[in-house]
């Protein structure tokens, strides 16, 4: 391809050469440059081209205007970028010549380029100049919408999934209060994307406004249900719920450092020093078996107190850091292992796009992200083992202390020790 040709697609259709517009009179010329740019070195049938060119009304022989409409742009092209070539006759045409022709090619470069890095910053920046190749929707000004939304349904959803990508990298940068203004008209102008509406809602809760953030999924329930019919998928649903729960895996998290999520130990606890003696023996890592997670179960009263306290005395033997997740909610619920799943793997960077469904399959992704961490993780007031045993880790450099109203049933393999109710505080 000649360097300096440019055939542009996202937004009114141009062939470019020299800086400037090459001249191609007739809207179907343009029409049929981009049906065939669209997919280079195909042959598209000469049928479905007459069908997009006049998908109303077209001239009394249009196989024969479609061969004018081709020879008119072989000559164009002939002449400005001889490394490309139309061909093609009575039964279809097709574009030929070296890759990377269209704008819409080096836009779906940039995006692989930003998917493949880790730097989010880098991420952000490659994909804003990917967005800055749109001058408009694609495809514009050849054709009627309808036609227009057929023929550029792939390419607009690229462009809105780049740009769920650009603002997610903004989010984890920590720029959720300048991202608010944005994403409230896309909100507006996009107001089925889910996607969208979970980056408003975790935008909103970063920046205090927990009611606006919960506002946002009461107005997508809403024109879900009356515009469609449907209810929010469980990734936003999942949200919400974390919302109420002010979970902590929503803050804003440090790439660089490991995760601190203990809840604060407030005052001292006396007549249970043997008890926090022995479980911190069972807890170091250096007497434990290789391959083997500790795992304690705290039940009885102030059995939340003592594994906070317990959490924080062994901290250090985890230095990768230390998860905390409620399993009940605020009405005394279970809170299903999928919900904690979906929260933990929050807090270990996993995006919401690319959590999995079901439990078997978040469960695996945790151990994955675990092994080789020396990680704590405290989980408390657990229901019973089922809800329980998709949560632990894998790898013997974890520990996983729990609390419950009662021993848990179907966990041999953990230290269980009541908490008698002489709790005090200094």
């Known amino acids: 391809m000649t360097a300096d040709v ?18 191609l009179k007739r809207r179907q010329e343009r029409l049929l440059l981009a049906i065939l740019l669209l997919e280079p070195g195909k042959v598209v049938p000469a049928e479905r081209l007459v069908g997009l060119l006049w998908p109303e009304e077209g001239p009394g022989h249009p196989k ?50 930003a998917k493949a890095t880790q730097d989010l910053e880098r991420r952000r920046k490659v994909l804003l100049d990917a967005l800055a190749l749109w001058r408009g929707p694609a495809l514009a000004e050849v054709t009627e919408e309808h036609v227009r939304r057929r023929l550029a349904a792939g390419l607009d959803e690229a462009r809105w999934e780049a740009q769920e990508l650009r603002v997610a990298a903004e989010l984890e940068l920590g720029r959720h209060q300048d991202l608010l203004p944005e994403l409230a008209d896309l909100s507006t102008a996009l107001p089925f994307r889910e996607t969208i509406a979970s980056a408003y809602m975790l935008a909103l809760y970063r ?15 809403r024109r879900l249900a009356d515009e469609l019919g449907t209810t929010p998928g469980e990734s936003v649903q999942e949200l919400q719920l974390a919302i109420l729960r002010q979970d902590s895996a ?66 250090r033997e985890y230095p990768d850091g230390q998860l905390f ?102």
């Open 6 to 23: 440019e055939y542009r697609l996202l937004g009114p259709v141009q062939l470019r050469a020299g800086g400037r517009p090459v001249e």
């Open 64 to 113: 024969r205007a479609l061969q004018v409409y081709a020879s008119r742009l072989r000559a164009v092209l002939a002449k400005v970028d001889p490394e490309t070539r139309l061909e093609g006759g009575a039964e279809g045409y097709a574009v030929l010549g070296p890759a990377g022709r269209t704008d819409w090619e080096l836009f779906e470069a940039l995006v692989r380029e």
């Open 207 to 221: 920046s205090g406004r927990q009611a606006d953030a919960l506002a946002v999924y009461t107005d997508l329930v």
């Open 250 to 315: 929503l803050d804003l998290q440090s790439k660089n450092q490991p995760l601190h999520q203990l809840p604060a130990d407030n005052g001292s606890l006396r007549g249970h020093g043997a008890l926090l003696g022995e479980l911190m023996a069972e807890l170091s890592r250096s007497g434990r078996p290789d391959g083997v997670p500790a795992v304690v179960c705290l039940y009885g009263a102030g059995r939340s107190a003592v594994a906070i306290r317990l959490a924080h005395q062994v901290a």
């Open 325 to 426: 997740a409620r399993l009940q909610d605020s009405s005394g619920e279970p809170v299903p292992a999928q919900a904690v799943l979906g929260s933990l793997l929050r807090s270990l960077g996993v995006d919401d796009a690319d959590r999995p469904p079901s439990v078997e399959e978040r469960a695996s992704v945790l151990r994955s992200r675990l092994a080789g961490r020396s990680v704590l993780l405290v989980l408390d007031e657990a229901a019973d083992a089922g809800q329980l045993r998709p949560l632990l880790p894998a790898d013997g450099r974890c520990a996983v202390i729990v609390t419950a109203k009662q021993p848990l049933l179907g966990l041999e393999d953990a230290v269980q020790r009541e908490v008698r109710s002489d709790l005090r505080r200094a």
